[in-house]
């Protein structure tokens, strides 16, 4: 019984050692997770793009379903590579990814109307605008301290 107690314990720590080890140093961190920002941002003004512009879809609807479409990447991305959490407990990062997703969702359709309609700024230049802030001072952290801790 000792014995099998303490493999259990010293794959436990063994598996512990290889996360930590597997955790980037920040500089290191903030460059992937900016890498897959631009990717999922990409993904995100591509669809809202298309839903405005091609289909004609009012434009905070055409932002919030581009962003859930950009959050569902970068959440996939940001587990697997960025922040190297791929051990971690899937639905405890997804909900925490989904509050987090839920807040800068709401961020950037709120900014873009925001800068739209009381600056007269085009949707392009307000969704840069928004997506810039939302993405480095807000997102980043919290998926680094929060999400994928």
């Given amino acids: 019984m000792f014995f099998i107690t303490f493999s259990a314990i010293m794959v436990t720590e063994n598996i512990t050692k290889q996360n930590e080890a597997q955790k980037l140093p920040l500089k290191k961190t903030f460059v992937r997770a900016q890498i897959v920002s631009l990717t999922s941002t990409s993904v995100d003004f591509v669809i809202s793009i298309l839903l405005h512009h091609v289909f004609s879809i009012y434009y ?16 996939s991305l940001g587990r697997n590579w960025a ?9 405890k990062q997804a909900f925490r990814f989904v509050v987090i997703s839920g807040f800068s969702i709401f961020a950037n359709t709120t900014g873009v109307y925001f800068f739209k309609e009381n600056f007269d700024i085009s949707f392009l230049a307000s969704r840069i605008i928004v997506a810039v802030l939302i993405g ?6 919290m998926n680094r301290y929060f999400v994928f801790r």
């Fill in 60 to 75: 905070v609807t055409a932002t919030t379903l581009g962003s859930v479409c950009g959050a569902t990447t970068s959440f």
């Fill in 83 to 91: 922040f190297l959490n791929k051990n971690g407990r899937i639905r």
């Fill in 136 to 141: 480095v001072f807000f997102n980043f952290f």
